[in-house]
């Protein structure tokens, strides 16, 4: 008997339920406890080492929102959804942050920092001399496409539509959100709340690959 808290089907569905949702129903705001639940997705997101080299911009001032709109190729999203989450890199990882990610492990596992010298020493010694050429910020913006993946799939779950924007100009968000003098750096955009009726994306077929033609066995 399988102990999963959601059958296959049932996952299956909501992601064919999702698509990146176009327009959004202004009315409907997402509830307290679904969006609490939302944002501990954004936390509990995976990185490499744990480390977290992001931080998410929850916008909800309504005249932010519309300076937005215009670095956003008019898209409507940005002011029509219930919330506007801003997926920001943590510029320039360095070993002070490795240390804050120390400290924050020995609190939550009641250890000493002494501890964890021997991670941290791998965790800075991949940083110094990488395997691979290694160019911090873009390693952490793929860091933060983790952490948008588990967030729509955590929204499409819970009944609430999504739309992943690179469509925007992450040096203006940054502008307007004052982003730059707080050390982080916008990635891309995702609004979140409940699909508006007459949206005919909503029922449009999802357009993938045969399975056979993505998935390999080897």
Known sequence: MSNAPITPEQLLQ????????KKFDPTRLIPDDVWNALEQSLVLSPSSFGLQPWKFFV????????QLVEHSWGQP????????????????????????YMERTAEVRQTS????????????????????PLDINAW?????????????TSAALLGVDTCPMEGIVPAKYDEVL????????????????????????ATLAKV???TEDMIQYI
């Not at 909501?14 to 949702?21: D, F, M, S, V």
């Not at 999203?77 to 804050?100: E, G, M, N, T």
Request: net charge positive.
């Open 77 to 100: 999203q940005v002011i029509d959804a219930s919330h506007l989450v801003v997926f920001a890199i943590k510029k320039d990882v360095d070993a002070a942050y490795i240390d804050r």
């Open 208 to 210: 993938r690959f045969k």
């Open 140 to 152: 952490s913006t793929r860091q933060v496409y983790i952490a948008m993946g588990v967030y729509m």
């Open 178 to 201: 004052g982003l730059a003098e707080q050390g982080y750096a916008t990635v891309a955009a995702c609004p979140a709340g409940y699909r508006a009726e007459g949206d005919n994306h």
């Open 113 to 132: 920092v002494e501890s964890l010298q021997g991670f941290s020493n791998v965790i800075k010694g991949f940083m110094e001399k990488p395997p691979f």
């Open 14 to 21: 909501q992601l064919n339920w999702r698509y990146a949702t």
């Open 59 to 66: 916008v909800k001032n309504p005249d932010i929102r519309k």
